[in-house]
Every structure is written in structure tokens, then in C-alpha cells.
């Protein structure tokens, strides 16, 4: 059979307003979206829960078709009806027995003559009232205002009702089946009247005559008049009912087919979806299982486009109870579920390995729960909102171990982590050790005190496995800041540290008895300071890496030395004066820690036997050029070689005398020129201080002696000039002349000689 074609039509016809007032708040709250029915999780909308939109036919409305009635005869005159003259009383007659209830509502119909209208005039009827409350055979049955009845062609009728309204929650219609016998024709018995009802997504197919509806009493009547059995159900908003229908609603098995694409292939009880059923959703997710009152529960399964699948129990139209939720990737979890969330005993299983196992509370882990990573990482212990919080152990496949509190997924509060090289065990924040802590290092060395961000920082005490201690300020895991360090076998030190080295100002004592206090830089004395032997020797100056370097003074405690000046890498080099324990003075030029280059040597200064060197020095010793004063006031000028006179000098001495020429070990030694206290002049030989070879002799009385000597004494022989030009040539021996000799008198026209022997 057709449908009729003009039915969607004259369903937007006239009357089709929006519901007015009440009746649309009604339908308004009972909103659950009948074309779809279930909710994201846990919905599954009963079959009359209410409208969405607010297009009328959506709203509330019911629409019933008349399909076309099968016409082998050509006589078209009356419409279908019969004649006009016919009265009310013989259609009634023509009743079967058993159609008690049609009867008993026909007789409370206006008269048939009042109901006919002309097939050609097609007259629409507008139903401007609500129809009464219509006999007790169809009890909670009203029909809302702006429903109307359209005469259409062929003489079907359709009612379009804008609303219709349940009430006290139930629609209760007949239950006869079969023919009023009021066609024209017996043949036309068994047409077919559909009625749709999109609010409560019930379809049910009733059987009529074709009747034009003149009176709203009739068109409410025979609209309403629905059978129990098989049916095909069209709602007003589009969606089709194909099943099993009691007492007008889907009762049994029957498929749902709704306008967005939804669909329900399943069990339904009073109109709505009970039992077991699926529903399909235009998104491609799907239901398989129970259903109760409209809602998923009981057993299911619902998978999605995405492929995940959950398979379990469900209460009240969410996953609640023992389930399953596999993902496509082949995550899957599996225990208990509460509203739709994960609630109870739960075990969680990723596809690349990771594992959970314990408690669940609304969709997250709480409570004591094990945890197993893919990278073999394994954690036991307390969990809130899905993170692990509270005592627990995890344990690392490199063999790293935690035990203590967490918060937040992060190591914190006290606890103990063990690495294959170490064991922390003090204080965690967020993760990092932070507070007061000890780690022990599997070589024996340990580390107690502050941390800041997984890092010592602040106070503590490091022991080294050498028997080396350190206790003091940290940064960054580094000595740094005011510390004491002891080095076994060496010393310790007192000071300040930069990264972990001797950096600043800071005191060294070392076991030997040394001791150096001043400047350091990373780790070597650089700076100021003074550095003090057990010996009792002191510097104090400038040091260049651990070296005395620069300006400083040198003390020799036992010796009573005293040097300030310049030193060069621990040595004495540069201009600096030397205080010696005997009271000597040097100033002057220093290299390789002794006397080098030009300086002043005083002895005993400030005494009457003070003496002054000026001059070269090499290795500490007189060399080179050098003025020598005595304390007797004898003034050596000359050439020195190694702390002796030695070479041409200048000896003057206090008296007068004077000595010029060559020095050999401290004594005149060599050609030299002398000039005596008492006037004599001597120039010759001399050895090892002595007149002693040839020289000349000249005494104050202007003798000249020219000849040999032997130890400032004129010895062999020789010549004697007077000053008168006289010469006498003989022999002298140790001072004396003896033999013969010889003698040049030079007389002048005027001289007198005198003659004497052996004398002049």
C-alpha cells in the first residue's frame, strides 16, 4: 500500500503555530531527545520522554494518515459515504456484534448527516478549541488546542494534532480491530489508519473506515480508535517504528529508525526501550545489552567509531559495576565502574607494557595500588587523583630505589632513595632532595646536611673516603661560601670557598707546623698573606700562585735575618734589604736569593767598627767593582772577586798612605804604586802585601831607590839617586848596603866635595 503523499504537507498547514503557553513548558521538561534516546554515557532516553525543537509538528504533535482506499468502482458520486438519507441509527446496524466499543462511541457521535461534507469542497476544518474529554472507552486522552482535521482526496481523513498530552503519564486506547461497516462499498472495509506521535515514539496502526471528518468530536474519535499487534509508526518528527505495538505503544520486538540517523533494533515495553536491544548512534557508536525504563542496564556493550569497546554492567543508563574498556591501540582496564567512571577494584593495562593495579575512586586511582612500567619501573603504594601520593616504594630497572612519602606523583616528605652508587635518605620536595639529608656513596664517602633541588646547598659535613673532611657552607653541590677542611696528612684549612675550591680569604695549618693566612685562589695562595714556617721563619707579602712573589718580608727567626723587598717564586730577586741577625745591612740588587748586582753592605752599623761595602756583589759575596770603607778608616776602591780584593784597586787608609795597583787574595800582590804615612813613595813589585821584587823607592828626602826588594826591605842590588843628582850603585841586604859599590859624584865650578867613607 502507499502512504499519502500530501501528509507531511498538510501537517505544516494551517493552525501549525508554536504550542502556547503551559503545554509547551511541559513538553519543554521532558526534553530527552526522543529522536536519539540515549544519553552520551549512560542516556537511552524512554520512548515518551518529550520534543526537541520547536517546529510544531516536532513539538508535541501526532499525525494520522489514512492510506488509499483500494476503488475497483468507477461511482465516485458520494464519496465513498452513501447516501445522505441514510440515518445514524441503520449505519449502527450494520455493526458486527463484537464491535461493542466502536458502537458504544458511534452512538455518542453527532448524527452521520451532520458529519458529511462534499468530496470536491475538500473542506479543511480548524479545530479551534481542545477537544472534550472523550468517553470512559478512552480514559486520560486530551487532545491540545490548534489540532486540526483535513478532508484530503480519495475521502481519507488525517488528523493533525499540534499536541497531544499524556496524562498521568500513559496513553490507553481501544483495543477492537476491524470495520465500522459505514463505507459506501463493504468492499472498502480494512482500510488502514496510521497514527503517528512523535512526542512519546509511539507507532500504531489501526483499522478504519474512510470517513470525512465534519465535527472535531468525530475527527478526535475515530483518530484515536488504535489496535494492539504489528505496526508501522511514522512520528512527526521523522523518525519510523517498525514492531510489535500494545495499547498503541512499541511492546515487544521493534526497530526505531530516528531522523538524525539514530537507530533501536531491540525489546521495548509500554513505548520504551526494556530488555535487550541495540541502538546505533549517528556518530557510529553502538549498543548491544539490557535495557531498563529506557535506559542502558544490566549487561551491554558499547563501542565506538575510534574502536574502543566497554563491555559489562550498566545501571541506569551509565557503565556501573564489573566492566571492560579496550582501546584500538590495546589499552584496556578492567574492574569496577560507578556512574560511569572508574569506582572500586581496578586494573589498568597499556599496549606498550604500562600496568595498574588496586582502587579507583570517580574515574581516578586512590588508595594503595601497584603500578608497572613498560621500562620496568615499579611502584607501590598510595595514590590520589591518579598520582602516586603518600607512602610508597618504586623500584627503577637500573636498580634505583625509593621508599618514603610522595605527593603528587613527586618524591616528598622524608624517604630513602638508593642508586647503585648511593643511598639518600633525609628530605624530598617535589621530587628533588630538598631539607636536611644523608648520602652515603657506595665508596664509603658520605654527605650530611641541607639540599636544595636535588643539590647540597646550605650546611653540611662531607667525609671523604681518604679520611678528608670538610664541614661548612654548599651551593650548587659545591664547597662554597665560609668552611673548614682537613686534609689527613697535610693540614687544615679555615676559610672561605668558591666551587669548591680554597677561593677568598682563609687560614692553612698544616701538620708540619707551617701555617699560611692571606689571599687564596682557587686552591693556591694568590694575594696578600703571610706564610709562617714551624721553624719560626716568616714571609709576609705578595704571593703568586702559592709562591712568594712581588713585595714581601722574609724573616729567619733563628738567624735573626730580616729581608723586605722583591722576591720572585719564593726568591729573594730585585732591589730589597736584608737585615742580618749581626746587625749587618744589605740593600741593594738580589737574584737567585742572594746578594747580585749593586748594593751596600754595612757591618756592624751604627758601632765603631762599622765598615761599608759599595758595589758588585755575585751569589752574596763582593765581586765585580767595589768600595770598601774600614772601620779605621782604610778605603779599598777596586776590583773584588769573590768577598777578596782582588785585581787593580785603590787602599787608602786613614794615616795618609795610600796603595793603588794589583790585589791578589785581599793582599797587594803585583805591580802597585804606595805611598807610605811618612812620605815614602813606592812603585813596584809587590807579594802578598810586601815591597817585594823590583821597585822603586823614593823617601822623603827625595832619595831615590831603584832595585830589588825582598819583604819591604831593599835587598840586592841596586841604584840610589840623591836629589843632588848623585848616584851611589851597590848591594843592599835585608835593608842594609854591603860590598863595594859604586859612586857618581856630579860636582860643580862651586860645589865642595866632602868626602866620607861608606857614606853620604
Not at 58 to 77: C, I, Q, S
Not at 293 to 303: A, I, K, N, S
Not at 599 to 608: I, Q, R, S, V, W
Request: hydrophobic share 30%; charged share 25%; with cysteine.
Amino acid at each position: 500500500m502507499r502512504h499519502c503523499a500530501a501528509a507531511p504537507a498538510a501537517a505544516r498547514g494551517a493552525g501549525g503555530g508554536r504550542v502556547p503557553g503551559p503545554t509547551r513548558e511541559r513538553a519543554g521538561r521532558r526534553d530527552r531527545g526522543a529522536e536519539g534516546g540515549s544519553r552520551e554515557e549512560g542516556g537511552g532516553g524512554r520512548g515518551g520522554d518529550g520534543v526537541r525543537g520547536e517546529d510544531l509538528e516536532a513539538a508535541l504533535g501526532a499525525v494520522v494518515r489514512v492510506d488509499e482506499v483500494p476503488d475497483d468502482d468507477d461511482d465516485d458520486d458520494d464519496n465513498g459515504m452513501g447516501d445522505e438519507s441514510k440515518t445514524k441509527e441503520a449505519r449502527l446496524a450494520k455493526l458486527p456484534d463484537n464491535f461493542a466499543s466502536t458502537r458504544r462511541l458511534l452512538e455518542q457521535l453527532p448524527s452521520l448527516s451532520e458529519m458529511m461534507v462534499d468530496e470536491e469542497a475538500a473542506v479543511e476544518v480548524e479545530l479551534q478549541t481542545g477537544f472534550p474529554v472523550l468517553p470512559s472507552s478512552v480514559p486520560h486522552i486530551s487532545i491540545l488546542p490548534n489540532a486540526r482535521a483535513v478532508n484530503t482526496a480519495h475521502a481519507h481523513m488525517r488528523l493533525v494534532s499540534a499536541a497531544m498530552e499524556v496524562a498521568k503519564g500513559e496513553w490507553k486506547a481501544w483495543v477492537d480491530r476491524g470495520d465500522f461497516g459505514l463505507a459506501k462499498r463493504p468492499k472498502e472495509r480494512y482500510n488502514r489508519l496510521r497514527l503517528y506521535h512523535d512526542a512519546l515514539e509511539d507507532v500504531a496502526e489501526i483499522r478504519s473506515v474512510a470517513l470525512r471528518a465534519k465535527s472535531k468530536e468525530a475527527a478526535a474519535s475515530y483518530a484515536l480508535i488504535i489496535r494492539n499487534g504489528k505496526a508501522i509508526m511514522h512520528f512527526n518528527g521523522g523518525a519510523v517504528y517498525d514492531g510489535w505495538v500494545v495499547n498503541g505503544k512499541p511492546h515487544g520486538k521493534g526497530v526505531m529508525q530516528y531522523p538524525g540517523g539514530a537507530r533501536y533494533d531491540g525489546s521495548w515495553n509500554m513505548g520504551i526501550r526494556s530488555g535487550t536491544g541495540t541502538f546505533t548512534h549517528p556518530d557510529g557508536r553502538v549498543y548491544r545489552g539490557d535495557w531498563r525504563d529506557g535506559q542502558r542496564h544490566g549487561r551491554g556493550e558499547l563501542t565506538y567509531p575510534s574502536g574502543e569497546r566497554y563491555e559489562g554492567e550498566w545501571h541506569l543508563g551509565k557503565m556501573h559495576g564489573v566492566g571492560r574498556l579496550t582501546a584500538p591501540n590495546g589499552d584496556v582496564y578492567d574492574g569496577e565502574w560507578q556512574k560511569g567512571m572508574y569506582h572500586g577494584r581496578c586494573e589498568f593495562r597499556k599496549a606498550n607494557g604500562h600496568r595498574f593495579v588496586g582502587r579507583c575512586e570517580n574515574g581516578k586511582a586512590v588508595g594503595m595500588g601497584v603500578a608497572t612500567m613498560a621500562t620496568g619501573e615499579v611502584y607501590k603504594g598510595e595514590w590520589k587523583d591518579d598520582r602516586r601520593h603518600g607512602r610508597g616504594v618504586v623500584t627503577f630497572p637500573d636498580g634505583t630505589k625509593y621508599v618514603g612519602m610522595f605527593d603528587r606523583g613527586a618524591f616528598h616528605g622524608r624517604g630513602r632513595l638508593t642508586n647503585p652508587g648511593s643511598t639518600y635518605e633525609g628530605e624530598f620536595r617535589f621530587g628533588t632532595r630538598t631539607g636536611h639529608g644523608v648520602l652515603r656513596l657506595s665508596n664509603g664517602e658520605v654527605y650530611e646536611g641541607m639540599w636544595e633541588g636535588g643539590r647540597a646547598e646550605g650546611e653540611g659535613t662531607y667525609y671523604y673516603l681518604s679520611g678528608n673532611k670538610y664541614r661548612g657552607a654548599w651551593h650548587m653541590s659545591q664547597k662554597h661560601g665560609n668552611g673548614e677542611y682537613w686534609r689527613r696528612g697535610v693540614g687544615r684549612y679555615v676559610g672561605n670557598f668558591w666551587n669548591g675550591h680554597v677561593h677568598g680569604r682563609g687560614i692553612m695549618y698544616w701538620d708540619s707546623g707551617d701555617s699560611y693566612r692571606g689571599r687564596w685562589d682557587y686552591n693556591q695562595r694568590h694575594g696578600k698573606g703571610t706564610y709562617v714556617w714551624a721553624n719560626g721563619n716568616s714571609y709576609s707579602g705578595d704571593f703568586v700562585r702559592d709562591d712568594a712573589h712581588g713585595f714581601g718580608t722574609f724573616v729567619a727567626r733563628a738567624e735573626l735575618h730580616k729581608y723586605t723587598g722583591e722576591f720572585y717564586k719564593n726568591v729573594k730577586r730585585g732591589q730589597g734589604t736584608m737585615w742580618y741577625g749581626d746587625g749587618n745591612i744589605y740593600v741593594g740588587q738580589w737574584s737567585r736569593d742572594q746578594r747580585n748586582g749593586k748594593g751596600t753592605f754595612t757591618y756592624n752599623p751604627g758601632t765603631l767598627i762599622e765598615e761599608t761595602y759599595e758595589g758588585d756583589f755575585v751569589n752574596g759575596r763582593r765581586h765585580g767593582r767595589g768600595r770598601y770603607v774600614y772601620h779605621d778608616g782604610e778605603v779599598y776602591d777596586g776590583a773584588w772577586v769573590k768577598g777578596t780584593r782582588h785585581g787593580h784597586g785603590v787602599l787608602t787608609r786613614k794615616d795618609g798612605s795610600r796603595y793603588e795597583g794589583e790585589f791578589y787574595l785581599d793582599r797587594r800582590h803585583g805591580y802597585g804604586e804606595e805611598l807610605t804615612a811618612d812620605g815614602q813613595r813606592y812603585e813596584g813589585q809587590f807579594n802578598n802585601g810586601d815591597w817585594h821584587g823590583e821597585g822603586v823607592l823614593v823617601d822623603i828626602d827625595g832619595n831615590k831607590y831603584e832595585g830589588h826588594f825582598h819583604q819591604n826591605k831593599k835587598h840586592g842590588p841596586a841604584v840610589l839617586t840623591m836629589p843632588n843628582g848623585n848616584q851611589f850603585r851597590g848591594t843592599w841586604y835585608l835593608g842594609q848596603q854591603v860590598g863595594h859599590g859604586k859612586f857618581k859624584l856630579l860636582v860643580g865650578p862651586s860645589h865642595r866635595v866632602d868626602m866620607a867613607v861608606f857614606g853620604y
